[in-house]
DNA sequence: ACCTGAACACCGTTCAAGT
DNA sequence: ACCTGAACACCGTTCAAGT
């Protein structure tokens, strides 16, 4: 052992998967999902884009790679100690700041889901479900629906915000459509111009985990 | 009145807005995303593609209103009496079988939420919570995150059906993915090792709709 | 007012040619 | 084994010219 595997740090010279990689998540942050071409990747890593073929099969596998790379580096950053319920939230959190500070990871998510992505959320909340003492027969459900509660409402979120002008703030936004709400034909949208004014001053993350907790309840319930 | 606005009805001749959209659903269904072309499109419509321009602004105004008329349609078709929790999972077995068979429909729901189709799910899941007795202030909340899980759930079950090769049968599929979890690392992995027996055998519309459940249940706790 | 279709700018991907 | 960059096929969108 050793020095056996020094090849996979530090190689300033020639192309890598990892670094291409690297770059490509630098391009979708800084420029979205348009700003990923193999034209800008080649100009940046200051090659032909045909280089980048030997290393990567498409675009599609790249992007892969990509939101894979943000998900692994979110769940090792969790901490492990935590009563379950606690480990949960957690890890619904990460997920859903991770998911909107990288709106691309969400949109690749749903586009392929990724296998190794999900089955690392799966067993995380999973070994939490087991840890609450969730039955056996129920334990496959309950992590289904959180794992898929967490992902959809994350990436939902995450494409909510490049939905309006970015020079809107927050507040601004939300009372555009509690505006538009409250001026909703009242026989067809009785119940939503009632609740304009919750939607005004409601938060999306407070939200999000009071959804996260509705389940845990409903999951508890079940024990 | 009368005859006011017989000419909303046929018209063979000439382009329209309701004619575009319509022959874009056939494309979308038929050949999925990519199907989508403005050349496609023209020449299915017998016209050349610059006169599309001329009803719709551009290639993602068109998913917008294509997705919007199939949420109305399914929305439409859903029968208005029933007690409430069995009201609120047929509106979610509706949204999760209309965007299965449009699977473009998710994809468009995530990337832009349309706020038309999303305001007629929140508004009629609202209605049902409402007469389930949910108290004021948590009826946001609630319905919140049933739209989310019922959107998102479906979303992801369209996303994941155009993942696998199509001429495997759902049995063969679940027996590979359930094979796979079997062979994971049991350090890495100790929970889904455990529960993939459980993956073979699950039915993905019941656990949607165990999942619904699930958030029913915890709702239900909080009045 | 509405339609036609060539033209433009820009992609992902391939591949012969290089080192 | 790995890189280069021109070439190909295919897009969305525009726009001068038509009716």
Redesign the interface.
Known sequence: MGKAKRASERRDEGLSLERIVEVAIELLDAEGEDGLTFRALATRLATGSGAIYWHVANKSELLVAASNAIVAREMKALGTRAAPRKAIRNIAVSLYEGIDAHPWV??QL????S?TAM?QI??RI??EI?AMGVSR?A???????LV??I???S??NA??GR?HDPRMSRAEFLKTIAA?WEA?DPD?????RK?AA??RE?NDRA?FL??V???????A??C
Do not use: K, W
Request: net charge negative.
């Open positions: 969400g949109a749903f586009r392929a889901p296998e089955l799966f067993e999973g070994r087991q027969r334990q496959f459900t309950s992590v289904s629906a898929s509660y992902i959809g409402v990436v939902q494409a909510n939905q538009r909703l067809e949208y009785p119940f939503t609740v919750q939607m409601h939200e009071a959804g907790d509705l389940i845990l309840n409903g999951i319930l079940g």
